[in-house]
C-alpha cells in the first residue's frame, strides 16, 4: 500500500517561490506522480506528473514556473513553483499511479494525498 504525505505550503507574498514535497510510505520508485491543484468550489487541476525514468508532463498553462523532480533515494516527489501569484492559492495534491506513462487525468491516478495549502498574498 501507498500512502502520500504533502507539505512545503503556506502562506508567500506575490512573487516568492515554494517548494512543495511528496513523501511516499511504500515504494513508488516505479511509478508515475503528478501534481493537482484544486481551488474551493472548483475542480481539481492537472499541474506535471513525472515518470519512473524521470520524464516529465506540463500542462500547457502550467509550463515556465512549475518545475517538477523525483528523488528515489529518498522516495519523494517535489514540485517547485516561483513567481507565485494570489491566483496560483489553492490546495496541492500529489498522487502517484501505478502505470508507467505520464498522465493528467485525475482518474487515472490510484493513490492521493491529504493535500497542502498554497496561499499567496498580494
Known amino acids: 500500500q501507498v500512502r502520500l504525505v504533502e507539505s512545503g505550503g503556506g502562506l508567500v507574498q506575490t512573487g516568492g517561490s515554494l517548494r512543495l514535497s511528496c513523501a511516499a510510505t511504500?515504494?513508488?520508485?516505479?511509478?508515475?506522480v503528478g501534481w493537482f491543484r484544486q481551488v474551493s468550489g472548483e475542480e481539481r487541476e492537472f499541474i506535471s506528473s513525472?515518470?519512473?525514468?524521470?520524464?516529465?508532463y506540463y500542462a500547457d498553462s502550467m509550463k515556465g514556473r512549475f518545475t517538477i523532480s523525483r528523488d528515489h533515494n529518498m522516495n519523494s516527489v517535489y514540485l517547485q513553483i516561483d513567481s507565485l501569484k494570489p491566483e496560483d492559492t489553492a490546495i496541492y495534491y500529489c498522487?502517484?499511479?501505478?502505470?508507467?506513462?505520464?498522465?493528467?487525468?485525475?482518474?487515472?491516478?490510484?493513490?492521493w494525498g491529504q493535500g497542502t495549502q498554497v496561499t499567496v498574498s498580494s
Open positions: 513525472i515518470n519512473w525514468i524521470s520524464s516529465t
Open positions: 498522487a502517484a499511479r501505478r502505470e508507467l506513462n505520464n498522465s493528467e487525468r485525475r482518474e487515472d491516478y490510484d493513490y
Open positions: 511504500g515504494r513508488i520508485g516505479s511509478m508515475t
